[in-house]
């Protein structure tokens, strides 16, 4: 089995989901007896990889490829798996690969399992991936080629099987892309406002506060326990806090020693900022809410009878 | 100027989503059918586009009978035509074939623009519009936070959020398939007089025997299923009193957080 791995970067040090997906194609390909192969588009980060156990490290030196550009990523992609002809393309479930890669499950007609959390080799390799806001989880079975990407956390960078592996240095022919996309350069909205990862304690905010005027609230209880103020992202939507409040995949990745949520229901792009907190305590009155099922204290109940009486008592 | 906007009828949050026995359907009285959230604020900025640049708006689902409620409400909201896709006899599972089945009935239409939502709220594959981009050689667009039209109708300028706040202007040529982040607009509500309109709306129809594509089949739901728990939950329940009192035990006690 041939396994075709996309690493992501940017400045030269690559993305840690990429690095996980990475770890997830070498154990997916120790089932399969497999080859691994990583592209990357960085040199530094091609000479970074190998120290690690793969088949081939393919670095694609084109200037194209030095900023993000869908099509020219299509392409060399399009170019590689032409040759490598892999039964299996990985990725890390970054908001990069949500922009590029369906295209390329339309261009290679691979399906494109999105956002993964897991796999098990049944005969077939069956992928598990939430559906439902992480209410239910799915099954789903890849007979013949497909594209799988991973979602952050799921699988750990650490346990990277260390090798000595050597880079296939290539520059691609992408005269023929016609520049239908032209991105221009990154910038910041505002100055970092608040920096949430180095904090002890975090009540954070979500729809279930149902209204700007019930803040407040929320903030007393901050208050009492020393605690910073964060928030998922309907709050920041609504515009009840500033973006740089939010926490999850947009926004800030936190692992306070406890993580108070309040009225977060915990939909999936909000739990990757936020699981690795040591102790997490989510009020909800949906005893069935995702959030409970990554918390160690789930209170079941309504914010506004509970939260004035715990604030009294602190 | 043409503009398809890609709408999806799903369960609500509310819905309590009992699974039958063949661990793929649910049980239909576990579910309320609403828009996809995140569609509702594509529609939204395809009826703003409309307003400014005189564009047609047409609204496009795919799926059982009962999805027509999502055409009926777009057609109200201001919607020009509609067009519905009956999933009977066809697999909906794969996003795939989601994409080649919509693509084969909206290609002729040479739209200008297709806009959909980020993502669905029940399936979340988050590819369907990128699919169509590529199948029908078009530009692209994801996590879209702000839309101007440019050059005579040729262009579009885009705002895109990238990863951990960062934000970048990309400029595209028409036609292009954009997926709308959440929160970029509000979408409105239907009128009155937009709702007596949509009797007057045209929704054309197509069904099995009028779509021709090439079915992957690679893809295969086996099970749908609770997530097992990762770790030990401790609940705390009560009256209001009590949770209180419990609350403020764990954060003095346990967690030594509190004198």
Same mark, same amino acid.
């Given at each position: 089995?041939?396994?075709?791995?996309?690493?992501?970067?940017?400045?030269?040090?690559?993305?840690?989901?990429?690095?996980?997906?990475?770890?997830?194609?070498?154990?997916?390909?120790?089932?399969?007896?497999?080859?691994?192969?990583a592209i990357t588009f960085d040199k530094d980060v091609a000479n970074n990889l190998t120290t690690?156990?793969?088949?081939?490290?393919?670095?694609? *030196?084109? +200037? /194209? %490829?030095?900023?993000? =550009?869908?099509?020219?990523?299509? @392409? &060399? #992609?399009? !170019?590689?798996?032409? $040759?490598?002809?892999?039964?299996?393309?990985?990725?890390?479930?970054?908001?990069?690969?949500?922009?590029?890669?369906?295209?390329?499950?339309?261009?290679?007609?691979?399906?494109?399992?999105?956002?993964?959390?897991?796999?098990?080799?049944?005969?077939?390799?069956?992928?598990?991936?939430?559906?439902?806001?992480?209410?239910?989880?799915?099954?789903?079975?890849?007979?013949?080629?497909?594209?799988?990407?991973?979602?952050?956390?799921?699988? *750990?960078? +650490? /346990? %990277?099987?260390?090798? =000595?592996?050597?880079?296939?240095? @290539? &520059? #691609?022919? !992408?005269?023929?892309? $016609?520049?239908?996309?032209?991105?221009?350069?990154?910038?910041?909205?505002?100055?970092?406002?608040?920096?949430?990862?180095?904090?002890?304690?975090?009540?954070?905010?979500?729809?279930?506060?149902?209204?700007?005027?019930?803040?407040?609230?929320?903030?007393?209880?901050?208050?009492?326990?020393?605690?910073?103020?964060?928030?998922?992202?309907?709050?920041?939507?609504?515009?009840?806090?500033?973006?740089?409040?939010?926490?999850?995949?947009?926004?800030?990745?936190?692992?306070?020693?406890?993580?108070?949520?309040?009225?977060?229901?915990?939909?999936?792009?909000?739990?990757?900022?936020?699981?690795?907190?040591?102790?997490?305590?989510?009020?909800?009155?949906?005893?069935?809410?995702?959030?409970?099922?990554?918390?160690?204290?789930?209170?079941?109940?309504?914010?506004?009878?509970?939260?004035?009486?715990?604030?009294?008592?602190? | 100027?043409?503009?398809?906007?890609?709408?999806?009828?799903?369960?609500?949050?509310?819905?309590?989503?009992?699974?039958?026995?063949?661990?793929?359907?649910?049980?239909?009285?576990?579910?309320?059918?609403?828009?996809?959230?995140?569609?509702?604020?594509?529609?939204?900025?395809?009826?703003?586009?409309?307003?400014?640049?005189?564009?047609?708006?047409?609204?496009?689902?795919?799926?059982?009978?009962?999805?027509?409620?999502?055409?009926?409400?777009?057609?109200?909201?201001?919607?020009?035509?509609?067009?519905?896709?009956?999933n009977e006899g066809i697999d909906d599972s794969s996003p795939i074939?989601?994409?080649?089945?919509?693509?084969?009935?909206?290609?002729?239409?040479?739209?200008?623009?297709?806009?959909?939502?980020?993502?669905?709220?029940?399936?979340?594959?988050?590819?369907?519009?990128?699919?169509?981009?590529?199948?029908?050689?078009?530009?692209?667009?994801?996590?879209?936070?702000?839309?101007?039209?440019?050059?005579?109708?040729?262009?579009?300028?885009?705002?895109?959020?990238?990863?951990?706040?960062?934000?970048?202007?990309?400029?595209?040529?028409?036609?292009?398939?954009?997926?709308?982040?959440?929160?970029?607009?509000?979408?409105?509500?239907?009128?009155?007089?937009?709702?007596?309109?949509?009797?007057?709306?045209?929704?054309?129809?197509?069904?099995?025997?009028?779509?021709?594509?090439?079915?992957?089949?690679?893809?295969?739901?086996?099970?749908?299923?609770?997530?097992?728990?990762?770790?030990?939950?401790?609940?705390?329940?009560?009256?209001?009193?009590?949770?209180?009192?419990?609350?403020?035990?764990?954060?003095?006690?346990?967690?030594?957080?509190?004198?």
């Amino acid at each position: 089995m041939e396994i075709v791995v996309f690493i992501q970067s940017i400045d030269g040090i690559p993305n840690n989901n990429s690095l996980e997906s990475l770890c997830a194609a070498q154990k997916i390909s120790e089932t399969k007896n497999g080859n691994v192969h990583a592209i990357t588009f960085d040199k530094d980060v091609a000479n970074n990889l190998t120290t690690f156990d793969l088949a081939n490290i393919i670095y694609v *030196s084109n +200037d /194209e %490829l030095k900023d993000y =550009n869908p099509l020219y990523y299509l @392409k &060399s #992609l399009e !170019l590689l798996c032409n $040759e490598i002809n892999p039964n299996l393309i990985i990725c890390g479930h970054s908001y990069q690969t949500r922009d590029w890669v369906p295209r390329l499950s339309a261009r290679l007609d691979y399906p494109f399992i999105s956002d993964c959390i897991n796999f098990s080799d049944e005969g077939e390799i069956n992928f598990t991936r939430p559906i439902y806001q992480a209410k239910l989880n799915e099954k789903i079975s890849l007979s013949g080629n497909g594209i799988v990407s991973f979602q952050a956390g799921s699988f *750990s960078k +650490d /346990e %990277l099987a260390q090798g =000595n592996s050597s880079i296939n240095e @290539k &520059s #691609l022919d !992408l005269s023929g892309v $016609e520049l239908t996309i032209n991105p221009g350069e990154r910038f910041k909205e505002s100055a970092d406002g608040i920096d949430l990862s180095t904090a002890e304690v975090i009540v954070s905010i979500g729809r279930g506060l149902s209204k700007e005027e019930n803040i407040p609230l929320a903030k007393s209880l901050a208050e009492k326990l020393n605690a910073q103020i964060g928030a998922s992202r309907p709050v920041v939507d609504a515009g009840w806090l500033d973006h740089s409040y939010q926490i999850g995949s947009s926004g800030q990745t936190v692992s306070p020693k406890l993580y108070l949520a309040v009225g977060i229901s915990g939909a999936i792009q909000h739990l990757v900022g936020m699981k690795g907190s040591k102790n997490i305590m989510a009020i909800n009155k949906d005893p069935n809410a995702p959030i409970f099922e990554i918390s160690d204290y789930a209170v079941v109940g309504d914010i506004f009878e509970i939260l004035p009486k715990l604030i009294e008592q602190l | 100027m043409k503009i398809c906007v890609l709408i999806k009828q799903v369960a609500s949050e509310d819905s309590s989503l009992v699974l039958n026995d063949d661990k793929l359907t649910f049980d239909s009285g576990s579910i309320n059918f609403v828009s996809n959230e995140p569609d509702t604020y594509a529609l939204e900025e395809a009826l703003l586009l409309k307003e400014n640049n005189n564009a047609e708006v047409t609204v496009c689902t795919f799926g059982s009978d009962s999805c027509r409620q999502v055409l009926k409400d777009a057609l109200a909201k201001g919607a020009d035509n509609g067009i519905f896709i009956s999933n009977e006899g066809i697999d909906d599972s794969s996003p795939i074939n989601i994409a080649k089945v919509i693509t084969s009935c909206i290609k002729d239409q040479n739209f200008d623009l297709i806009l959909s939502g980020l993502q669905s709220n029940d399936i979340g594959y988050s590819q369907i519009g990128l699919l169509i981009a590529e199948y029908l050689d078009t530009s692209h667009a994801s996590l879209v936070m702000g839309t101007e039209i440019l050059d005579n109708n040729n262009k579009v300028k885009v705002k895109l959020e990238l990863e951990n706040g960062w934000f970048q202007w990309s400029e595209l040529s028409l036609p292009s398939s954009l997926t709308i982040q959440s929160g970029i607009n509000t979408p409105r509500y239907a009128t009155l007089k937009g709702i007596m309109s949509v009797k007057n709306k045209e929704v054309k129809e197509y069904s099995k025997d009028n779509i021709s594509y090439t079915e992957n089949n690679n893809y295969k739901v086996v099970e749908r299923f609770l997530p097992q728990k990762s770790k030990e939950t401790m609940t705390i329940d009560g009256s209001p009193d009590e949770i209180a009192e419990k609350m403020l035990d764990v954060l003095k006690n346990k967690l030594r957080l509190v004198q």
